[in-house]
């Protein structure tokens, strides 16, 4: 039932963008603030998971948030190569180069798109030290949102903080496993 309950809940972002892009007066960049916004939202629960899994423990439904973190990436991108590039890889590739948010973001995309590829049970158990770079990719989505945005509003200092606060936690686990050996 859980599982079911937090598929719906992740679902609710691309359930809203359908119905009020609509309304939209630029559907394109609109459908980019919602799918990235959505996606970095939910890596930040996926990391999140772990400092809080003593109040209340949903580490076992981290796969698949993670997922959903890289499928609102994976239509973040779409919008991008399809609407605002319309299918021109070489328009993809002089963005990429010349706007530094932007390739911060093919950086990110291409990594959270290795992790989903690689989260099978198979494939993880072969791959899980590179999903460590998960925190790579957060510094970098954080960093790629605030470039973004010409003028950093209260979600863009929220997304800093809480990777702050994120990345603390993971430095204090790796402080605490390197002292114990």
């Known amino acids: 039932m859980k599982k079911i309950v937090i598929f719906i809940a992740l679902l609710l972002p691309f359930l809203y963008l359908l119905w009020s892009v609509q309304s939209a007066n630029d559907p394109i960049k609109y459908i980019f603030t919602c ?4 996606a970095i939202v939910i890596l930040m629960i996926s990391l999140s998971l772990a400092p809080i899994k003593k109040i209340i423990n949903l580490l076992k439904y981290r796969r698949m948030i993670g997922l959903f973190a890289c499928f609102y990436a994976l239509l973040h991108f779409l919008n991008f190569y399809i609407l605002d590039a319309q299918l021109d890889f070489s328009f993809v590739v002089k963005e ?3 706007k530094p948010f932007v390739y911060l973001g093919m950086i990110s995309f ?7 590829l690689t989260s099978t049970k198979k494939l993880f158990a072969k791959f899980n030290k590179w999903h460590k770079l998960v925190y790579v990719v ?30 603390g936690y993971r430095s204090f686990l790796l ?3 390197f002292l114990q050996k």
């Open 138 to 167: 957060l510094v970098l989505v954080v960093i790629h949102a605030s470039m973004a945005q010409k003028v950093l509003s209260s979600l863009e200092y929220s997304f800093i903080f809480i990777a702050i606060i994120l990345l």
């Open 35 to 38: 799918t990235g916004q959505s």
């Open 175 to 177: 402080r605490q496993k």
């Open 96 to 98: 990429t180069l010349d």
């Open 110 to 116: 291409v990594i959270l798109f290795f992790m989903a």
